[in-house]
């Protein structure tokens, strides 16, 4: 049962441009959400997180955005580089405990 | 200041040997996590510590799986009689505390033949 789900599998865009990367959750109990970003061969690097007592929180050119009535939670890079090109996982936990991930989203900054 | 330190890092197993992989979590983390990752998928969550206790191992996927951590901060996840389907990235990650995040180290890629 995935309870964390990033629907779309891969994301391409223009290097200067935003990247905008989606999430839904289906468990209410969450309150702890992340992001990582992982190039290939390595392990998860953990990106920005946020509270569920928030709607957003950035950090630099990453900002996540949480909308807790829907479920969603989405992440905003801008200006994009290329050193963005990697996968995106989201991720959450309930209680400060086990994190349940997405499948990923491939991004691909092109020059 | 070092990471998670995971070996080996890549590891072939025949079908039915045992293998072990180690993990060596960030000096003073309490907490302590397995995960399994199969090809084009987001971690799966295996098992969990807190310091030597063995809190949580609901994800093991059977009794062929087994974890340790003896003394609190390394420890092995072994897998016995390995089957083709146990070939995915074993990721282990330490925790600080409080709604602070996982740090994962590198991963063992196990390939079962």
């Known amino acids: 049962d995935q309870q964390v789900k990033q629907n779309s599998p891969s994301l391409s865009v223009q290097e200067g441009r935003i990247s905008i990367l989606n999430c839904d959750y289906t468990?209410?109990?969450?309150?702890?959400f992340l992001w990582y970003k992982k190039y290939p061969a390595e392990g998860p690097t953990f990106l920005i997180s946020?509270?569920?007592?928030?709607d957003k929180n950035e950090d630099g050119r990453f900002t996540v955005f949480l909308n807790k009535s829907a479920k969603h939670l989405s992440l905003h890079i801008v200006p994009s580089q290329p050193g963005d090109s990697a996968v995106y996982f989201c991720?959450?936990?309930?209680?400060?405990?086990?994190?349940?991930f997405g499948a990923g989203t491939t991004v691909t900054v092109r020059a | 200041g070092a990471g998670v330190s995971q070996s080996p890092r890549y590891k072939v197993a025949k079908r039915g040997q045992d293998v072990a992989l180690r993990c060596d979590p960030i000096?003073?983390?309490?907490?302590l996590f397995w995960y399994q990752q199969a090809l084009g998928q987001g971690p799966e969550f295996l098992t969990y510590?807190?310091?030597?206790?063995?809190?949580?191992k609901s994800g093991l996927p059977s009794d062929r799986f087994f974890a340790e951590r003896p003394e609190g901060s390394v420890s092995t996840l072994k897998i016995q009689r390995t089957q083709q389907e146990d070939s995915a990235v074993y990721l282990c990650?330490?925790?600080?505390?409080?709604?602070?995040?996982?740090?994962f180290g590198n991963g063992t890629r196990l390939t079962v033949t």
């Open positions: 510590f807190q310091n030597e206790a063995q809190l949580d």
């Open positions: 468990n209410s109990m969450f309150d702890y």
């Open positions: 000096s003073g983390h309490v907490s």
């Open positions: 991720a959450a936990s309930a209680n400060d405990y086990k994190l349940s």
């Open positions: 946020i509270s569920s007592i928030k």
């Open positions: 990650a330490s925790g600080g505390g409080h709604n602070s995040p996982l740090h």
